[in-house]
């Protein structure tokens, strides 16, 4: 099958560089936490809107880039996503989980409340396409969890990279997010990303900071 193709852009500089940005990169990303408790300090646009570019730049199924970044700002729907929010994690934490679930949850020490909903500058709610409509057509996506996710990992080390702190949020069930940001139903929420600066002395779980071993993590044939 014919196809058209263009030059790689691509330098390759020596190893023993290519080692030393490999550790660079791993001492800066090692230190990203997730926080809860946030400064409500707004920043510029555009730091969200490159953060965005470099996630839409992920691999992705057939490049189809079955993704969507909603970014909120506003303080009235912030309010309005923390309200169904906190009321599906109530049912969650009261009824639903199971033990094993909150026995998991317990080092974390998260509960019902989700004040940074409201607190934080800047909510992005990352939506997975199942499908794209183009000119009246269903176009099926591929490997749709597998793109958003990397895209999401690439959102969050640039913003970690960029300097802003972050909380990746699941309240579950989120389908309340398709109603609020008015997205169509061929869109599943994937996570809502919650982004700023950490409060003063903001607390983290200890025990979020314990990372399994390469050992642990990896095997070499
Ligand atoms: C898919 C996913 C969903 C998560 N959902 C929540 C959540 O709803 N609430 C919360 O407080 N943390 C949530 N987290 C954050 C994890 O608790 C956190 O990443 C983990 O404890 C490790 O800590 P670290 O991010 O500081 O390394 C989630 C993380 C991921 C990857």
């Known amino acids: 099958m014919k196809f058209e193709t263009i030059k790689l852009k691509h330098t390759i500089i020596p190893v023993k560089e290519i080692r030393k940005k490999s550790k660079e990169f791993y001492n800066i990303i090692k230190n990203r936490r997730s926080i809860r408790e946030f400064k409500s300090q707004s920043f510029n646009d555009n730091i969200i809107k490159n953060s965005i570019l470099a996630a839409g730049s992920a691999p992705n199924g057939a490049n189809l880039q079955p993704w969507h970044f909603v970014v909120i700002k506003s303080k009235k729907i912030k309010k309005e996503i923390r309200n169904a929010a906190e009321k599906e994690e109530k049912k969650f934490y009261n009824k639903i989980a199971p033990r094993a ?53 690439i959102l969050i080390s640039c913003l ?49 900071t314990k990372k399994k071993s390469i050992k642990q993590i990896s095997t070499w044939l």
């Open 101 to 153: 679930w909150l026995d998991a949850l317990k080092p974390l020490g998260t509960d019902s409340d989700k004040k940074f909903l409201e607190e934080a500058p800047i909510l992005i709610v990352i939506f997975e396409k199942k499908f794209s409509i183009k000119k009246n057509i269903k176009i099926k996506n591929y490997y749709v969890k597998e793109s958003v996710g990397i895209a999401t990992g």
């Open 160 to 208: 970690h990279y960029a300097g802003l702190c972050m909380l990746t949020h699941t309240p579950s069930p989120m389908t309340f997010l398709n109603k609020i940001l008015k997205r169509p139903s061929s869109e599943k929420p994937f996570v809502i990303l919650v982004v700023g600066f950490p409060e003063e002395n903001c607390k983290i779980p200890k025990f979020a």
